[in-house]
């Protein structure tokens, strides 16, 4: 959709509101214009004809409608200005019917060369013919009287009265406009006159303070009326540089989308009305848009970015705002918003909106966003707190699930996770951190074949916290490559113990991208593999899709390395993000782990049972091993094994527990023959 379609789209929410009212001013705006033009061209046509003054005028306002002055983004386009000096000047000399003949021809004039909406031009016809008459009115009741038959011209003790009905000219047309401009986007009345009254003000005043000048010259030289052709230029201009340069301070370049200035503008206005109505702030980063630029150069950047803009733009509500902060970050403002879950949906509507491939440079690409949500007024009610939570939500999006609402507990900069933070630190020398085992059970024999550890922190004083709690926390803070070192050393040893007591278990660490891109990770699984002398094939690292966003490249060789070393890879919670099969081909993992979210739907939707069937199929055409995580029950677990899943994890075959608890259920289990587990895993 071009940027003219989108201007001329009517709003999908208030439509009804925004029609009636089209309606309620056009419908005899456009009868009186239709009653006047048809009586002046009935009555007077002669008179009309023979008027040098009505002829010079309508050629001025031709020509200046030929070349209107066109600032893009502005509602209501500067070029009708020449218009408003001829036809207040028509007003003062020859009467309502000729001024409202003028405008009409100016409005018609403008819509052939601009072509807007049908619904447009009828209303701009109703508006001025209404505004004109507003004005004439204050200029009979006040004892002005111009006509047709009998023209006037302004003499000095006129200019009161007549600034006064240019006053009811400016406010009443402005106030028509406004209403609509407000319905169409949902603001507030008088939040959309203020936004724009200081400029409209300054270019009617310069307009409509020539009129009596011109007026004068219709009635005593029609001839020289070209002379004013010079000034009003000047004040087009003016009007040009001060209008273009509003719009650049406030909008982005690229994209013509709100910037930055406006969006903090807007938000402090959502903000400044009643606190307690709720409102959405997200902040929105492109993945992997770095790649793009790289690779394809940045004018194919650039172009992604306006694609994005106007997928964005197109996905909201005309009261929404999006804006452009820079590079691949944009905000969307949501004034109105009923509460949490809708906030939510829409983030994942706009990520579903982006999903969609964008054809660049002869190529495909896909622009996946993180989506950070802060809420007011639960996460903060000024601009900058918003803003800043949900920057920090943006940022556990991006490692996560895509779309994160912000909570205190999870901020590192909240004075809680501070906290949290200095006790993880104790924890970790502590040795308040335990690794859990979860079994991995193969289907065929229903033998525990691996296991996976996760991690536990034994607070003295909250419990067990589990792993969402405090990973990300370590992730953010630099803490993460101790804490996996503690749990591979752990977990390395305890399978040590499985391995020499005749259960040769593959065991499963969870690894962060902090892990991935610290230079000395390898080194270090390398080491704790020595120390406890298991085998590399005894250990598999779990990474997920997102781990590979932020740097591609430097993970993928990471990874290489590590299965050079022999360690097996393992494709965490697929599904959830959005690596591409051919990604799963590139990437050298040996297994992959069907997410909980299919696994748990896999009886109720067939959807989703298509899509565990076809992830196993595609899976094992490309060697790999597949595991179905999170099966709480047998009829989800013989399903999955019909869908040709190889292993099963989750509540059913075990929950985790600590590896001695893990180590009497293997000892009830009949001893493997040796290294089954590591040969034949898939069964
Ligand atoms: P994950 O790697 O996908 O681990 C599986 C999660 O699903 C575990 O949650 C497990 O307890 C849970 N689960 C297993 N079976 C079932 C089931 O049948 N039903 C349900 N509802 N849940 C089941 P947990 O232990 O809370 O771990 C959550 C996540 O934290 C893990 O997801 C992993 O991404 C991360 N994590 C855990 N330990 C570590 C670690 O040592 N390092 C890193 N980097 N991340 C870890
Ligand atoms: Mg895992
Ligand atoms: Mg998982």
New binding site residues.
């Given amino acids: 959709m071009s940027r003219e379609d989108e201007r001329n789209r009517l709003p999908a929410t208030g439509r009804v509101a925004f029609v009636t009212y089209l309606a309620a001013v056009s419908i005899p705006g456009v009868t009186l214009a239709g009653l006047l033009i048809g009586r002046v061209v009935l009555t007077d046509s002669g008179l009309l004809a023979g008027s040098v003054a009505f002829w010079m005028a309508l050629a001025l306002v031709g020509a200046g409608e030929a070349r209107p002055l066109f600032l893009p983004g502005l509602a209501d386009p500067v070029g009708v200005a020449t218009s408003a000096t001829f036809s207040y000047a028509a007003l003062l000399h020859l009467g309502l019917p000729v001024a409202i003949l003028l405008h009409v021809s100016g409005v018609l004039a403008a819509a052939m060369v601009r072509r807007p909406a049908w619904w447009r031009t009828v209303f701009n016809v109703a508006q001025y013919s209404i505004s004109l008459a507003a004005a004439w009115a204050t200029l009979t009741l006040a004892g002005y009287h111009a006509s047709l038959p009998h023209p006037a011209s302004p003499r000095g003790g006129d200019i009161p009265v007549i600034a006064l009905a240019g006053v009811a000219y400016f406010l009443v047309n402005n106030v028509l406009v406004s209403s609509a401009v407000s319905l169409f986007s949902q603001r507030s009345l008088l939040a959309t006159m203020r936004a724009d009254f200081g400029y409209h003000a300054g270019v009617n005043t310069a307009l409509l303070a020539v009129a009596p000048l011109v007026a004068v010259v219709m009635d005593q030289a029609a001839v020289l009326l070209p002379l004013f052709v010079l000034p009003l230029v000047a004040i087009h201009k003016h009007a040009e540089v001060s209008v273009a340069r509003e719009h650049e301070a406030l909008h982005d370049a690229l994209t013509g989308l709100p910037n930055r200035v406006q969006l903090l503008e807007r938000t402090e206005t959502t903000l400044g009305r009643d606190i307690n109505r709720p409102a959405a702030l997200f902040l929105l980063d492109l993945d992997r848009f770095k790649e793009v630029n790289d690779t394809l150069g940045h004018p194919a950047g650039d172009e992604v970015l306006q694609i994005v803009a106007v997928r964005l733009r197109a996905s909201l509500r005309p009261g929404d705002v999006v804006a452009r902060l820079g590079g691949d970050e944009f905000a969307v403002l949501l004034p109105e918003v009923a509460d949490r879950d809708t906030a939510v949906e829409l983030a994942h509507r706009l990520r579903a909106a982006l999903d969609e491939p964008i054809q660049v440079a002869g190529t495909f690409v896909t622009a996946d966003a993180s989506i950070g949500i802060a809420l007011a007024p639960e996460h903060g009610s000024t601009f900058e707190l918003l803003h800043q939570r949900a920057d920090v939500a943006m940022y556990l999006a991006k490692a996560g699930r895509g779309v994160e609402v912000y909570s205190a507990e999870r901020d590192t900069n909240s004075p809680q996770r501070l906290g949290l933070l200095t006790e993880l630190r104790g924890a970790l020398e502590r040795d308040e951190i335990e690794?859990?085992f979860?079994p991995k059970v193969r289907l065929a024999d229903a033998r525990v074949v691996g296991a996976?550890?996760?991690?536990?922190w034994r607070h003295p004083d909250r419990g067990m916290v589990?792993?969402?709690e405090f990973?990300p926390l370590?992730?953010q803070s630099g803490l993460?490559p101790r804490?996996?070192d503690r749990?591979l050393a752990y977990t390395t040893e305890q399978a040590a113990g499985w391995w020499a007591s005749g259960h040769p278990l593959v065991v499963?660490?969870?690894?962060?991208i902090?892990?991935l891109l610290d230079p000395g990770f390898l080194a270090r699984v390398d080491a704790a593999l020595g120390r406890s002398q298991l085998p590399a094939e005894a250990l598999i690292l779990?990474i997920?899709e997102r781990v590979l966003i932020s740097d591609y490249a430097r993970g993928l060789d990471v990874l290489e390395s590590l299965r050079r070393l022999g360690v097996g890879l393992s494709l965490?919670?697929f599904g959830t993000g959005y690596s591409s099969l051919t990604m799963l081909r590139r990437l050298p993992v040996s297994e992959i782990?069907i997410?909980?979210s299919f696994?748990?739907r896999v009886l109720d939707s067939p959807e989703d049972e298509s899509i565990v069937r076809s992830i196993a199929e595609l899976a094992h055409a490309l060697g790999l091993t597949v595991v179905a995580?999170?099966?709480?029950d047998a009829p989800v677990r013989e399903r999955v094994a019909r869908l040709g899943c190889d292993l099963v994890?989750?509540?059913?075959t075990g929950?985790?527990v600590r590896g001695t608890e893990l180590a009497a259920v293997l000892a009830a289990q009949a001893p493997a023959c040796p290294r089954a587990g590591v040969d034949a895993p898939g069964g």
Avoid: C, F, I, Y
């Fill in positions: 690794v859990h979860q996976e550890a996760l991690v536990r589990p792993p969402d990973v370590a992730e993460m804490l996996t749990v499963a660490v969870n690894v962060s902090r892990d779990e997920t965490d919670d782990k997410d909980r696994t748990a995580e999170g099966v709480e994890q989750g509540w059913l929950r985790p």
